[in-house]
């Protein structure tokens, strides 16, 4: 079964909660990128969707077009998706957004579904190349419950109506544990219940409980020249 307009509807109405309703991380990192989020900078991260997503966005708002890329690396970007279920779209920008018209990806930014090494959906962990640039990653604490539960419920979802994307995150998770243990540190992630583990280098994935103060060390991380 494959991802149809109708599942990114019910995905929608389903996943609307922000990842804090205390910190509006927008404000953390845009100042410190030309005004504009790291995570809405398409020089920073292209948005891919699926064209059924596209399909239902198209449908609902004119805030979405197609991606025209500008560089040789992007060109080959996009390149690679050729003839795939997904596409690079461009929206117009984060003065223009309009929240209920975000992509999946939007919704999600900077988590995804992080599987252990038994393959079981443990909880969220991030894109690693944000470390640094997006605020969030650096106070991941600030995650609020409403928001990991529907993550994870939608993704339950999307998974069930495309056990593709499954696959695709058990490795993702994969290379992140690569990642992590080549560098030799360990990496948050947060679990189902709000409670936050590390999953140690070079141990299989084994995690271990972290501690707030532990956890707390992660703000040193952020890096917003990185975003110059
Ligand atoms: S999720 Fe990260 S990159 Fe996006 S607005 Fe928040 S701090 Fe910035
Ligand atoms: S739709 Fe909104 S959240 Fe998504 S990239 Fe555009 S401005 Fe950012």
């Keep these: 079964m494959s991802v149809t307009p109708e599942h990114y509807a019910e995905i929608f109405r389903r996943f609307q909660a922000p990842i804090s309703k205390v910190y509006n991380c927008g404000l953390k990192c845009a100042p410190l990128n030309g005004g504009e989020p790291v995570c809405c900078d398409s ?39 050729k003839g795939s279920d997904c596409r690079a779209v461009e929206c117009n920008g984060a003065a223009h957004c309009e929240r209920d018209n975000r992509s999946l990806a939007c919704r999600s930014f900077p988590f995804f579904p992080y599987f252990n090494a038994e393959k079981e959906l443990v909880g ?15 106070n991941i604490t600030i995650v609020e419950k409403p928001f990991i539960r529907q993550f994870l419920d939608i993704h339950e979802y999307l998974f069930k109506a495309d056990d593709n994307w499954r696959e695709t995150y058990i490795q993702q998770s994969a290379t992140m544990r690569g990642v992590y243990s080549r560098k030799n540190e360990r ?12 999953v140690l280098p070079k141990s299989g994935g084994k995690m271990v409980k972290a501690t707030k103060a532990e956890l707390a060390k992660l ?10």
């Design 187 to 198: 990496f948050p992630v947060v679990t189902r219940d709000g409670a936050y583990f590390w």
């Design 124 to 138: 969220l962990s991030y894109y690693w190349t944000f470390e640094g640039l997006c605020w969030v990653i650096s």
């Design 219 to 228: 703000k040193k991380r952020w890096n917003p020249d990185k975003a110059a």
């Design 43 to 81: 020089g920073h991260a292209i948005p891919i969707v699926e064209h059924s997503e596209y399909k239902l966005l198209s449908s609902r708002t004119d805030m979405w077009h197609k991606y025209v890329p500008k560089s040789a690396a992007e060109k080959a970007e996009v390149a690679d998706l």
